[in-house]
């Protein structure tokens, strides 16, 4: 079959984002599929075309996926008024694409959630078979984290997730609190099929050459955060933690923040005027330069602002990053994460806001590194057992094809 793919944020592993999408989409060729992606200029990622852009458009093949590369720069940096405009002018884009391309299949992942307007057009003027991949709950999280207040855009939201939700043949959650949310909006649970972000084993397993930042000496224990530095991530809760560290006198235990984000210069400022030496940023870095960095990184830090509809519904790639390297995390929020470090004993999971308890953590993991090889084993384990990519796309391309049947 052919599948027409739209996401925004596309990137191949030459990109320093995500790549569940190049996996999937990868597995659907690799099964006899033609697969062609359409996709922004996201910031840090890489879609491997380089050619100039025509009347904004530019279109190529990489590693057999065909690509439809839209002249529209991204960045989490941007402003939201100026993030709300590249995503309704990439929807308006989608549409004339999925009324014109020849395609057997639409498939839309957010975010963001007007990701799914080709979809509903696609569906309903052409009668195309449509999924729909939901990665977060719009508008229910920007509503909690305090985003988005204006009650007007909220409703519009809210219409526009239950239209594509209602428009989809099929949907996939990336989470249990996502396929909750989906089915509360009145869509049948056979429907729905639960695929989360997944490990890329072959990846974070190949031989690389082992690294540290500058300011990180070969004895420290270094804790790793891999991944945007914005008002989700509440990455205020690290600085709190590095602070309690120096009180402590640990000078061996440092902090790496390696991304970007729309918060990054305010952390850096709040940590150079603190003076936590323990803290070091830096610059984002691809898939295998970020596989050798995390082979010499003791803990992943899977963080997130204490924001209660994140516990169970978000699926955040830097944890499945995390296990796939064999690395033990600390989580410091509650929810199916939280739960699943709790019983395969892979890594800490610290309370809120709670900086004496993550510095705990810390000072545990640096004490006992025979422990801490255990917890980084289970979470290997973890990882092929039951979120190896090869067996998640596998179920992913099992779901198109079903749906076209």
Not at 139 to 162: D, H, Q, T, Y
Request: proline letters at 5%; glycine letters at 10%; one cysteine or more.
């Amino acid at each position: 079959m052919k599948v027409i793919y739209f996401h925004q944020h596309f990137s191949t592993p030459k990109g320093t984002v995500g790549i569940r999408s190049y996996e999937m989409a990868r597995r659907l060729i690799l099964r006899g599929h033609e697969v062609t992606i359409v996709c922004g200029s996201y910031g840090g990622g890489d879609t491997g075309l380089e050619g100039p852009f025509l009347k904004r458009v530019r279109r190529g093949t990489i590693d057999g996926i065909n690509i439809i590369e839209l002249d529209l720069a991204y960045s989490n940096s941007d402003g939201l008024l100026s993030r709300a405009f590249t995503f309704l002018r990439f929807a308006a884009s989608s549409v004339k694409i999925a009324l014109t391309e020849r395609y057997d299949l639409i498939f839309a992942t957010t975010t963001p959630l007007t990701a799914g307007i080709p979809g509903i057009f696609a569906r309903w003027l052409r009668g195309k078979k449509f999924v729909f991949e939901v990665r977060d709950l719009w508008p229910e999280l920007p509503r909690a984290m305090g985003v988005i207040r204006n009650p007007i855009l909220l409703k519009a939201l809210s219409a526009l997730e239950w239209a594509s939700y209602r428009s989809a043949h099929r949907v996939i959650g990336l989470s249990p609190g996502i396929v909750e949310g989906i089915a509360h909006r009145g869509v049948d649970r056979s429907k729905i099929a639960l695929i989360p972000n997944g490990c890329d084993l072959d990846i974070f397993n190949e031989s690389t050459q082992p690294w540290r930042p500058a300011g990180v000496s070969p004895t420290d224990c270094v804790a790793l955060f891999a991944g945007t530095h914005g008002m989700a991530n509440g990455l205020d809760a690290l600085l709190d933690s590095a602070v309690e560290l120096k009180r402590r006198g640990r000078t061996d235990i440092k902090f790496v923040l390696i991304g970007q984000g729309k918060l990054k210069p305010a952390l850096q400022s709040r940590a150079e005027k603190e003076g936590l030496t323990n803290v070091i940023f830096h610059d984002p870095v691809n898939k295998a330069s970020l596989s050798g960095l995390m082979a010499a990184t003791d803990v992943g830090l899977q963080l997130l602002a204490n924001v209660p509809a994140f516990y169970f519904g978000t699926s955040p790639n830097k944890f499945f990053d995390y296990i796939a390297a064999g690395l033990p995390v600390l989580n410091n929020y509650p929810g199916w994460l939280c739960g699943m470090i709790e019983k395969n004993e892979c890594g800490f999971a610290v309370r809120p806001e709670d900086a004496s308890g993550f510095a705990d953590a810390l000072e545990a993991a640096a004490d006992d590194r025979q422990a801490l090889a255990v917890m980084g084993q289970n979470s290997l384990r973890l990882a092929r057992e039951e979120f190896d990519r090869v067996l998640l796309s596998n179920r992913f391309a099992d779901w198109l094809e079903g749906a076209v049947k």
